[in-house]
């Protein structure tokens, strides 16, 4: 899987699917966010016990599934039978926690566009990347970027694969400030930085603008119409929105 060195974000990424609307990270809150009119979804993606790639945010399964405990203590079997809907909806439903094969399949054949964020098991990041890119390599398809908060996980894909497109994400500059930050997206190309609505400054993008980085903003509520078209006016190439139907 091979992309152009300018890889363009469409403006609008659904969050976790569109997590507002559906479950977050299942296969019908991708669908919804589709049906709904975007081309782009993220999604949170780490390995079970027996080293397969599916969609859980959270170290455990408490959450937002029936089960309980750590997800790498569990097979991809066992946490393919929890409720992946019960939290979401407050009652029985079908819906499961998808492999992240069965999501590559569904992006593969509508072809749209995939923000893969690297959610590792702590100490278990190269395992993690490992995995998720046996999968990826298997399909054909050039709408795919990675992103993940865990700088060694970034810094592995890359190792792994240096034409794959990665971006850094950054939630408050504490770790790495601005100008340290631009220097990590430089010194291992990563080609776009996420950060938080809460630290967004038309100087801080400017900053990654000079130094031809992309930005993308996401926030811990759902971005509004009038705030996604404040950012986009400042020059941020992509926002996550968890709740797109005021766009649409």
Known sequence: MRLSSR???????????????????????????????LECVEIDVKVSKDNIPLLLHDDTLDRTTNGSGLVCNFTFDQINHLDAGYYFYNSKTDIKVPSLKS???????????????????????????????????????????????????????????????CGFLNDDFTKFNIDETIDICKKYNFFSCGINLNFFSNSIVSQFEENDIQVTVYADNNISKVQAHNLWSNNVTSIFIDDPTEYI
């Open 7 to 37: 890889f363009i974000l469409p403006k609008l990424i659904g969050h976790r699917g569109v997590k507002n609307l559906k479950p977050e990270n299942t296969l019908e809150s991708i669908i919804k966010a589709f049906d709904i009119g």
């Open 103 to 165: 999501v590559l399949d569904l992006i593969k054949r509508k072809q749209k566009y995939l923000n893969i964020e690297l959610k590792p098991n702590k100490n278990y990041e190269e395992l993690n990347v490992t995995n998720i890119l046996k999968e990826v390599n298997k399909i054909s398809y050039d709408k795919i970027y990675f992103s993940s908060f865990d700088l060694k996980s970034c810094i592995i894909l890359k190792e792994k694969g240096p034409y794959l497109q």
